[in-house]
């Protein structure tokens, strides 16, 4: 069975990122398929998105979040899931068909290479692969040993990369699957504000890591600074809609 899932904690995103991710999904992806929102609330979700409850992540203690609920994934048993899942970010925008996500040497874990950190082996986790149930040392280490991965580890993509590699290598996609909105579609000031956004052959997924976020480019974009802005840009409301 093919999954793909997301989670929705806190108020960062509204249910509007989840039914665009939703419909986006189904817009590039062939043949069955289970679409699944771990969340706190599920107010103003679209019919047909399942949910199930956001599994329990306690031991933060005060830290910024920085992704690490994503690693309550790896239980061995995840809700009444099983299969392959792939898992997105609510931002994220999809540009073209995702089966080549499932058809990739399946069975394997799967992962970006951070485009900032290149020849770390570390991954950006914002569109990751695995088996349901297959690594539950990922989180049971985690839990046993907080403190230690806390302080070797900055945030979750950096932990969850070091735990798969501990036993099997890190492979990442193909290198133009899964690009930067930032590094590889903005314009340099003062062109961004005059410009709209590079398009990029063979992009599957546009990652909209920190700022902006896809909404924001959809009426232009700009810092505080005004150093950093994107032009309206139509080919992204066209992709990144319900």
């Known amino acids: 069975m093919r999954n793909v899932i997301c989670m929705k904690w806190g108020t960062k995103f509204s249910a509007r990122y989840v039914n665009i991710l939703a419909a986006s999904v189904k ?38 979040e920085r992704g690490w609920r994503k690693l309550t994934l790896f239980q061995e048993r995840l809700e009444d899931l099983e299969g ?6 609510l931002d994220v925008v999809i540009a073209d068909k995702l089966d080549p996500f499932f058809e990739d040497d399946p069975g394997g874990f799967r992962i970006i290479e951070d485009w900032n950190l290149k020849g770390t082996g570390i991954g950006n986790s914002s569109v990751f692969r695995f088996e349901i149930g297959s690594r539950p040392d990922v989180l049971d280490y985690f839990l046993k040993n907080r403190e230690s991965v806390y302080a070797a580890h900055r945030n979750e993509q950096a932990y969850l990369s070091w735990a798969i590699r501990k036993e099997e290598p890190l492979k990442y996609w193909a290198p133009d699957w899964c690009l ?18 590079r398009r990029r052959a063979g992009v599957k997924v546009i990652v909209f890591h920190g700022n902006p976020n896809p909404d924001c ?26």
């Open 180 to 197: 930067s909105f930032k590094r590889s579609f903005m314009r340099p000031f003062p062109l961004g504000y005059i410009q709209e956004p």
């Open 27 to 64: 817009r590039n992806l062939a043949g069955p398929y289970r679409f699944v929102c771990f969340t706190e609330d599920s107010t103003g979700l679209s019919e047909g998105i399942e949910t199930r409850p956001l599994p329990e992540m306690t031991g933060l203690d005060g830290r910024p």
């Open 84 to 89: 392959t899942a792939l898992f997105l970010d």
């Open 217 to 242: 480019v959809l009426e232009g974009w700009h810092n505080k600074t005004r150093l950093r802005a994107v032009k309206k840009t139509p080919w992204i409301a066209d992709l990144w809609r319900e």
